[in-house]
């Protein structure tokens, strides 16, 4: 099955900087993917997906590129805010019943 | 609209006891999922229900069950808990295959004693 490797597990930045997650895959059938965002105690929310058409997407201070004959994608957050501050989440899937495989995540930590 | 509902938020079992963790979703999605998550393991999917009726495992499927009981509702059984399920555990939904976003319920976090 599908398998996601994100990196890196944590990444501490200052306010103000941009970070930069990344994550591969190994199912080159895989065509949707989104990034998910989990504060402390919450429960993960959608903050931007792609789609295997798209080379990059863009919404405000964040934006996801992909790279399909290298299978990875990553996620860009510019001008870092304190409530940029969470885990974030990638994930990929082929479209099949079994929904999204998800990387192990990403803990961002934002200095003031 | 509530979304995903799940209930309860927080439970703590012995060893051997069985509960049922139940969600329901507002939106009329067709699938249904349940995931754990762990620390340094990400979401791992333990059943999902691509339509009322149908239920397949997941990728760690072993002591759990579960029953798409309607369209709205999608149930997680443990019959005999044990410290390794302890866990948070997230039902999510989605309006169609694995393309769609997932909307996921505020979480149960079990501990197994």
């Known amino acids: 099955g599908e398998n996601v490797e994100q990196h890196p597990s944590t990444l501490s930045v200052q306010e103000g900087d941009s970070a930069v997650i990344k994550c591969t895959y190994s199912?080159?059938?895989?065509?949707?993917f989104p990034w998910y965002k989990q504060e402390l105690g919450k429960r993960p929310q959608l903050i931007i997906d792609i789609r295997s058409n798209v080379g990059e997407k863009k919404d405000q201070r964040i934006a996801v590129t992909l790279n399909k004959t290298a299978k990875h994608f990553s996620l860009h957050i510019t001008e870092t805010q304190p409530e940029d501050s969470a885990v974030y989440f990638c994930?990929?899937?082929?479209?099949?019943?079994?929904?999204?495989?998800f990387g192990k995540g990403t803990h961002l930590i934002i200095q003031p | 609209n509530a979304g995903v509902t799940q209930t309860p938020k927080f439970q703590v079992l012995k060893t051997g006891q069985s509960m049922t963790l139940q969600c329901a979703q507002d939106m009329n999605h067709n699938s249904m999922y349940w995931y754990r998550q762990d620390p340094g393991m990400g979401l791992r999917l333990i059943y999902y229900s691509a339509s009322e009726g149908t239920t397949d495992k997941g990728e760690v499927p072993n002591g759990y069950n579960v029953s798409r009981l309607n369209k709205r509702e999608f149930s997680l059984r443990l019959e005999s808990a044990a410290p390794s399920q302890t866990s948070v555990y997230f039902c999510?939904?989605?309006?169609?295959?694995?393309?769609?976003?997932?909307?996921f319920g505020n979480g149960t976090r079990l501990t197994v004693t």
């Open positions: 999510a939904s989605s309006s169609g295959t694995g393309a769609s976003p997932l909307h």
């Open positions: 199912d080159s059938a895989s065509n949707y």
């Open positions: 994930a990929a899937s082929k479209g099949g019943a079994d929904g999204l495989t």
